[in-house]
């Protein structure tokens, strides 16, 4: 049912699966960027996955060509959804905790919401509006503690520079959300996911050529293990569930619904990583839930003006 106001069964069933996968993966990338560089961790996990997805399709007997005249938006998608995202939000990541990371990488929605009233033309609803500010108020706890030291005192400058990159990372992330579904690329989901992560693993691929060269010793076991997470899981079907759930309902609603990823990330972070939450990422947590609960429950509809159709299509 697409643009539904409501995420249906399947739809719920993605965001879980989304939920779980990315955000257990925030502990599991700041355990493996401490042993495989960077680009080079993010160029392998999205070649080799935009290679698996591809070859399922092909398999399915599905057509990889890509639609005449989409190609340069479909790399504009690849460009701020996939790209930007992945390179900023790694290095923000090797910059913070990785809880943190999380909840600050899933600001998308506050982006995503604004664009989509702008370029999309999505009614600005009062619950929406609401949820909204939900979201704002758990930026506001998680960036609120380094602002006050940067201007009472010594602040420490790499928290700073790592929540920057992740909120950078997610703008980016939620303007090629917001162009995927204003484009309504006609390609099979499967597809379109494949080449966005076969596209985008070319140019960081080089970048990681440039900046990471050689890597000096094998990773450990554990973090090998991880790789192969990210690369059957964390990119080959969550990608895979986001490019779906984008096209089911208004991005205004897939995007705050998604805000349950980052509590997910930051309960994986005290089990696996030992990271001890302090009262910022409690206060973001409960905020985030708030978000999420209004723009899911309540009222009969989202209300979403029908976004305007692409000439092309």
């Known amino acids: 049912m697409p643009n539904s106001p409501r995420l249906s069964v399947e739809g719920i069933l993605l965001l879980i699966g989304l939920a779980i996968g990315w955000g257990i993966n925030w502990p599991i990338m700041k355990f493996i960027i401490n042993e495989i560089p960077p680009l080079t961790f993010r160029a392998f996990c999205l070649f080799f996955g935009g290679l698996g997805i ?45 809880g943190r990371s999380a ?26 509006g609401i949820a909204l500010l939900l979201g704002i108020g758990g930026i506001a706890a998680l960036m609120g503690e380094s602002l006050i030291a940067w201007f009472s005192g010594p602040f420490n400058q790499q928290l700073l520079v790592g929540a920057l990159l992740m909120i950078a990372a997610a ?4 303007a090629g959300t917001v162009l995927m579904k204003r484009w309504q690329i006609p390609l099979n989901t499967v597809v379109l996911t494949g080449w966005l992560l076969l596209l985008a693993s070319l140019p960081i691929m080089i970048a990681a050529a440039l900046v990471d060269g050689a890597m000096q010793q094998m990773p450990s076991t ?29 991005v205004s609603i897939s995007s705050l619904s998604s805000l349950i990823t980052p509590l997910i990330g930051v309960i994986s972070s005290i089990y696996l990583l030992g990271e001890q939450p ?31 159709v692409d000439p092309t299509l």
């Open 54 to 98: 591809l070859a399922l399709a092909r398999a399915s007997g599905l057509s990889l060509a890509m639609p005449v005249g989409y190609v340069k938006k479909i790399l504009w998608v690849c460009l701020l959804n996939i790209v930007a995202w992945n390179v900023m939000a790694t290095y923000g990541l090797s910059l913070l905790p990785a």
């Open 103 to 128: 909840l600050l990488g899933y600001t998308m929605p506050i982006w995503t919401v604004l664009l989509s009233v702008w370029v999309l033309h999505d009614r600005f609803t009062l619950r929406i």
């Open 171 to 174: 703008w980016f992330w939620g």
């Open 222 to 250: 554990l973090a090998l293990w991880g790789v192969v997470y990210n690369v059957f899981f964390a990119f080959m079907f969550c990608y895979w569930a986001w490019v779906r759930l984008v096209s089911l309902v208004p």
């Open 278 to 308: 302090g009262w910022p990422e409690i206060s973001a947590t409960i905020l985030i839930l708030g978000a999420v609960a209004v723009v899911n429950f309540g009222g009969a509809k989202a209300g979403k003006s029908p976004a305007k």
